[in-house]
């Protein structure tokens, strides 16, 4: 304190004369910050810059703080110095872009947010709803992004070449014939079947160069269709886990933070409004389960824990019954979809055989999932882990009975096998897309108003109230956009017929929120699911990657049986075709791709991997550390708060005690007063 050099300020007294008084300094009025726990815990840093004398260098420090200034300790006119001095080390464009180009740049992302598609639709959902349901809708329009990017590669690799060169002399013509008719477009068959949909369509034409031809481009494009796709569904999920991991297992959403920062300040509507009280009042009461459901885990005996995993092992066993016979119906109704004489029949009796393995399909994904569920509630897990078990059955159900659905079609029909595959992807698409609108307008609908018309009757108490389930529409959702993935190499336009069939469900999807639900009353954790769901989209991803993979292996097996259909001509595969273009290049560059091609590349390549998987491995450590030291950084600024919380309190209580009159043995006069002041000016 004798250090400080006080700085003088003028005033004037009553008679006008000048009076100067020592000005507030910044070291009196950092005591007590000098005493906060935080700062007695890093002395130990601070003492390194202390001066030769022994008291800590405050000057140099301050000048080279980079911290905001509303943080810094100090009066309000060092803060304006040491605003100065900050400033003029900046340049104009610095300063141009920490301010002003940061402001415009907020600017410019808001303006283009709000030009996005369905965006008022998305806030007026999100009113009524919450976040919870617009992120669904947020979700849907992601894939509708998606499918258009995959509209544009099919676009500039399959589709834009075979148009512009044209497809080879003996192809068919693509006209309307008398056999063909309006249920075509829902079998995918007649006038479809000739048309850019599937895979026979795009034969050679003029394009027929070594190494730039139709085969080629058809398979490039359908590479970077799953590629792009691979690389969005990876980077989607690595963000979500990243969420989940910096929150840790072990983080848990304390009370105060519910009730004071739980609140959504998008809701306009005073319904809503109440919906989020008792959102915010059910989040309480389900986290009071929770911890009741985990402090009577730790009060089972031993007794209760075996029949608990009995019980479990034999719900499990219902669990694998069930799977194995919905599986089995699936090949059932592939082999009674498959059988002789059904073309000779009326269109009416054609129909329903011929979608009858979509039909069981979505039937069985519709009904089991209700009956996992029934399932989880006997288990005695927590909400949470009940919403999760079921949700991996479903999706277990989902991706299995597709990829069934998806072996038995590949190898059952060995002559012209894209063309059928492509037909049954085609179906399925369809068919999802009108089970959305037949459970929108025949279903929920006319439940909504049952209830409204005659709400006291038995059965509108029995339907009860209509909530949008989040996570199984979410599944349906990632179960289409699979189908289209595993179907674009054998119905390249089938992104295009899902960009359509996804534009739909928005409108038939928001009809169905605003119309027939209302607001959930138990909350869902969609931040715990999201990875799961993001996680599912990257196995649809693999899938289709897998689907493609098995058919180039047929391609190969059976290369001497092929015919001539398609990009690829009598005896061609993917390998005979690449093997043209190699040869035809020069030798240089043969020698390149051999080496590439080779085993001895495998060691660099390996030893790449290993590089970056330490380097992604050490950064993930250095930011393990750096979120330890902000949780102490937290922790103390607690402990800080609770010291001048208790320094005000002993503060406030010595303020309230009297105080002794201590009687003084001289008066200091008025004349005195201004005699001492004039020698403290002079001084």
């Known amino acids: 304190?004798?250090?400080?050099?006080?700085?003088?300020?003028?005033?004037?007294?009553?008679?006008?004369?000048?009076?100067?008084?020592?000005?507030?300094?910044?070291?009196?009025?950092?005591?007590?910050?000098?005493?906060?726990?935080?700062?007695?815990?890093?002395?130990?840093?601070?003492?390194?810059?202390?001066?030769?004398?022994?008291?800590?260098?405050?000057?140099?420090?301050?000048?080279?703080?980079?911290?905001?200034?509303?943080?810094?300790?100090?009066?309000?006119?060092?803060?304006?110095?040491?605003?100065?001095?900050?400033?003029?080390?900046?340049?104009?464009?610095?300063?141009?872009?920490?301010?002003?180009?940061?402001?415009?740049?907020?600017?410019?992302?808001?303006?283009?947010?709000?030009?996005?598609?369905?965006?008022?639709?998305?806030?007026?959902?999100?009113?009524?709803?919450?976040?919870?349901?617009?992120?669904?809708?947020?979700?849907?329009?992601?894939?509708?992004?998606?499918?258009?990017?995959?509209?544009?590669?099919?676009?500039?690799?399959?589709?834009?070449?075979?148009?512009?060169?044209?497809?080879?002399?003996?192809?068919?013509?693509?006209?309307?014939?008398?056999?063909?008719?309006?249920?075509?477009?829902?079998?995918?068959?007649?006038?479809?079947?000739?048309?850019?949909?599937?895979?026979?369509?795009?034969?050679?034409?003029?394009?027929?160069?070594?190494?730039?031809?139709?085969?080629?481009?058809?398979?490039?494009?359908?590479?970077?269709?799953?590629?792009?796709?691979?690389?969005?569904?990876?980077?989607?999920?690595?963000?979500?886990?990243?969420?989940?991991?910096?929150?840790?297992?072990?983080?848990?959403?304390?009370?105060?933070?519910?009730?004071?920062?739980?609140?959504?300040?998008?809701?306009?509507e005073p319904d809503s409004a109440e919906r989020k009280h008792s959102f915010i009042r059910n989040g309480l009461k389900l986290l009071l389960l929770e911890q009741s459901f985990h402090f009577s885990i730790t009060q089972r005996t031993l007794g209760r824990r075996v029949c608990i995993h009995f019980l479990r092992s034999l719900l499990n066993i219902?669990?694998?019954?069930?799977?194995?016979?919905?599986?089995?119906?699936?090949?059932?109704?592939?082999?009674?979809?498959?059988?002789?004489?059904?073309?000779?029949?009326?269109?009416?009796?054609?129909?329903?055989?011929?979608?009858?393995?979509?039909?069981?399909?979505?039937?069985?994904?519709?009904?089991?999932?209700?009956?996992?569920?029934?399932?989880?509630?006997?288990?005695?897990?927590?909400?949470?882990?009940?919403?999760?078990?079921?949700?991996?059955?479903?999706?277990?159900?989902?991706?299995?009975?597709?990829?069934?659905?998806?072996?038995?079609?590949?190898?059952?029909?060995?002559?012209?096998?894209?063309?059928?595959?492509?037909?049954?992807?085609?179906?399925?698409?369809?068919?999802?897309?009108?089970?959305?609108v037949c459970k929108a307008f025949l279903l929920s609908f006319p439940k909504k108003l049952m209830v409204e018309k005659y709400p006291s009757s038995c059965l509108a108490r029995m339907l009860g109230e209509q909530y949008f389930e989040i996570p199984f529409n979410v599944l349906d959702l990632v179960y289409a956009q699979t189908v289209s993935w595993v179907g674009v190499y054998f119905c390249p336009l089938l992104p295009l017929i899902s960009t359509f069939t996804l534009m739909l469900t928005i409108y038939v999807k928001k009809f169905t929120v605003l119309r027939c639900c209302v607001a959930e009353k138990r909350l869902f954790r969609a931040s715990n699911s999201s990875v799961l769901f993001h996680f599912m989209l990257l196995l649809g991803v693999l899938m289709a990657a897998t689907t493609l993979i098995f058919n180039f292996h047929l391609q190969e097996s059976s290369k001497n049986n092929a015919t001539a259909h398609g990009p690829f001509r009598t005896g061609e595969t993917l390998l005979s075709v690449a093997n043209v273009c190699v040869t035809s290049l020069p030798t240089h560059a043969q020698s390149a791709i051999y080496y590439l091609s080779s085993q001895a590349f495998a060691l660099p390549l390996l030893l790449i991997e290993i590089m970056i998987l330490i380097w992604f491995v050490s950064l993930g450590r250095n930011n393990r550390r750096a979120i330890e030291s902000l949780k102490n950084v937290l922790a103390s600024s607690s402990s800080d708060k609770r010291f001048l919380v208790i320094k005000n309190m002993t503060t406030f209580k010595e303020e309230k005690k009297p105080r002794p009159r201590k009687r003084s043995k001289s008066k200091i006069s008025d004349a005195n007063l201004d005699q001492t002041l004039q020698s403290v000016e002079r001084l």
């Open 1 to 268: 304190m004798e250090d400080c050099v006080p700085e003088k300020s003028e005033a004037l007294s009553d008679d006008g004369s000048p009076v100067t008084w020592p000005s507030e300094c910044d070291y009196y009025n950092t005591e007590i910050y000098d005493l906060l726990p935080s700062s007695q815990a890093g002395q130990s840093e601070l003492s390194s810059h202390d001066g030769p004398d022994g008291h800590s260098s405050r000057q140099p420090r301050e000048k080279t703080s980079q911290q905001p200034l509303k943080n810094l300790p100090v009066c309000l006119q060092r803060k304006r110095e040491i605003r100065d001095r900050r400033t003029q080390n900046i340049d104009a464009w610095e300063s141009w872009k920490s301010s002003k180009g940061r402001r415009r740049w907020a600017q410019m992302r808001g303006v283009l947010k709000s030009l996005l598609p369905w965006q008022q639709m998305l806030h007026t959902i999100e009113g009524r709803f919450g976040v919870g349901v617009k992120a669904y809708f947020v979700f849907l329009r992601y894939l509708v992004y998606l499918n258009m990017l995959n509209c544009a590669l099919v676009w500039t690799f399959i589709l834009g070449p075979t148009v512009y060169y044209g497809r080879s002399n003996n192809s068919e013509a693509l006209v309307f014939g008398s056999n063909d008719s309006f249920l075509d477009f829902f079998l995918g068959s007649g006038f479809l079947a000739r048309s850019p949909l599937y895979f026979d369509y795009y034969t050679r034409g003029a394009l027929d160069s070594p190494c730039v031809n139709t085969p080629q481009l058809y398979v490039a494009g359908i590479l970077s269709i799953l590629l792009i796709s691979l690389i969005m569904a990876v980077r989607r999920t690595a963000v979500g886990y990243k969420h989940n991991w910096i929150l840790g297992s072990q983080y848990r959403m304390n009370v105060s933070f519910r009730i004071f920062c739980g609140w959504d300040f998008n809701i306009k």
């Open 318 to 436: 219902i669990v694998l019954l069930l799977l194995a016979g919905s599986f089995y119906l699936i090949y059932k109704a592939i082999e009674i979809s498959k059988k002789k004489g059904l073309e000779d029949q009326y269109w009416f009796v054609r129909l329903p055989f011929q979608y009858l393995p979509p039909i069981t399909i979505t039937s069985v994904n519709l009904i089991l999932p209700l009956i996992f569920r029934k399932i989880a509630a006997f288990e005695e897990y927590s909400f949470t882990t009940q919403v999760n078990v079921t949700l991996v059955r479903s999706i277990v159900l989902k991706l299995t009975s597709l990829g069934i659905y998806l072996y038995f079609v590949i190898t059952g029909s060995p002559q012209h096998r894209e063309d059928h595959f492509g037909q049954e992807m085609y179906k399925l698409c369809v068919f999802s897309f009108l089970t959305t």
